[in-house]
């Protein structure tokens, strides 16, 4: 309680060392054999301990009611017991609240979604009671918790722990208690994908998997491959990295696809220049196809794709627009988009 701790876990570690442990027996027997205890001495000592071991589950059997009592006049750290849980229905249940954990409570509850955090961390569990968010106070992988969270009654389970195992835990004692919950899971390692699923997981997201693929996407677009071919190179890659029966075959023929697509379809993206001669302009007051031969076949704005622009499209300085056409038109685009004379 001097480290300001909630009163739940200090009582939780006062109980837990209020009995005498076995490890006494053994200084206990040292001592009779060094003379510094008599065997009635001893014997004394066996008995304290039996009888403390005997009432050592009394004691944690008070501890919710002593928490209640003492918490509020010791003004300790605020925890929530599982049996503090509200009643819940049609609710999202996050264990983990850490970056990616809180995001998601973030945005359920922008969006109107009841949700229910369960989270081991003091810290943490005390951010989401200011903030407002139902919370349990638990570990997910190792306790019971998961039985007070109202699982047959809510929507899904996004598991978003970082340790894979722990994870395991929590989505195979999910699945125990509801067989139909559909459950998100966060994988940590490539390996943890398949052993979630194994568990029960529904889906199971590597970040690391998934940030690799959003980099490939987008050089693969701006070095010119055509959209529709990544995305559906990266979805043949995300299937197959996700199947537990994944065929390599699969990938490589999405990949040959992708490059044959590329070669049959030569995009040159030229970036339209700060205060350049186009900027500001329509694509029709420019008139690239006619003044040079060339075609604008998309454009690249903040990240995101614009295939086939229509000709009231207005240019801003930092678009890349997509050139298709004999390398002497391309070439004219380019010059006049950049305004060398």
Known sequence: MLLRQPALTALV???????????????????????????????????????????????FKLVPGLERIIGP???????MDASAA?????????????RVGSRIVDVLGRMGVPRLVVESDATRVEDMQKAGVPVLYGDAGNSEILDHAGLARARALVVTIPDDPAAGLAVAAARRIAPTLPIVARASQAEGVSELAKLGADDVI????????????????????????????????RRESYATDAHSDVEHEALHALLDAARNLDITWVRVPDRGPVAGRTLAEVDLRARTGASVVAL????????????????????????????????AAETLVNGVA
Do not use: W
């Not at 054999?33 to 008995?47: F, G, I, N, P, V």
């Not at 006049?73 to 925890?79: E, N, Q, V």
């Open 13 to 59: 570690v006062a109980a837990g060392l209020a009995q005498i442990g076995e490890f006494s027996f053994i200084l206990g027997q040292a001592a009779v054999r060094l003379h510094m205890m008599t065997d009635a001495q001893y014997s004394l000592l066996l008995a304290a301990a039996l009888l403390s071991i005997t009432c050592n589950p009394l004691l």
């Open 73 to 79: 006049r010791l003004g300790t750290r605020p925890s």
């Open 86 to 98: 509200p009643t819940l229905r049609d609710h999202v249940v996050v264990v983990g609240a850490g």
């Open 206 to 237: 590597h970040p690391e998997l998934e940030g690799g693929l959003e980099l490939l996407r987008h050089t693969l677009l701006h070095v010119g491959f055509p959209m529709r071919e990544v995305q559906r190179y990266t979805q043949v890659v």
């Open 300 to 331: 690249y704005r903040d990240g995101a794709l614009v295939p086939s622009p229509t000709p009231d499209f207005k240019l801003a300085s930092g678009d890349r627009l997509g050139l298709i056409g004999d390398p002497a038109h391309v070439e």
